[in-house]
């Protein structure tokens, strides 16, 4: 069964940073990409960063190239995603999703979701 334990999101003022962390476990078979998806209340799921398994590569949206990145710990099976200059409008629910496809074709139809992690950055 697959699990996903994230962390880090909370409060933080406009201009702040944060970090969160997603370690996943469970998988029967590899995944290619792992990362985040973000979702604020009214607005549609957006892809905020992705995590190639195979080599690394880091891939993210061009409006938050430059703000955020991203790391990966494989021995404890585990990413962290860096986000700096924090502003009102990155405030969401952070999930961490780990795909069978690469982050080129995520999210694909066997990806999977955790259960995410309020981040709030007030106006």
């Known amino acids: 069964q697959v699990q996903f334990v994230e962390s880090g999101g909370g409060l933080v003022q406009p201009g702040g940073s944060l970090r969160l962390s997603c370690s996943a476990s469970?998988?029967?078979?590899?995944?290619?990409?792992i990362g985040w998806f973000r979702q604020a209340p009214g607005k549609e799921r957006e892809e905020v960063a992705c995590?190639?398994?195979?080599?690394?590569?880091?891939y993210f949206p061009r409006s938050l190239k430059g703000r955020f990145t991203m790391s990966r710990d494989t021995a404890k099976n585990t990413v962290g995603l860096q986000m700096n200059s924090l502003n009102p409008e990155d405030t969401a629910v952070y999930h961490c999703?780990?795909?069978?496809?690469?982050?080129?074709?995520?999210?694909?139809?066997?990806?999977?979701w955790g259960r995410g992690t309020q981040v709030t950055v007030p106006a």
């Open positions: 999703a780990a795909d069978t496809e690469d982050c080129r074709r995520w999210p694909g139809p066997s990806i999977y």
């Open positions: 469970g998988f029967s078979k590899p995944y290619y990409a």
């Open positions: 995590l190639s398994s195979s080599d690394g590569s880091t």
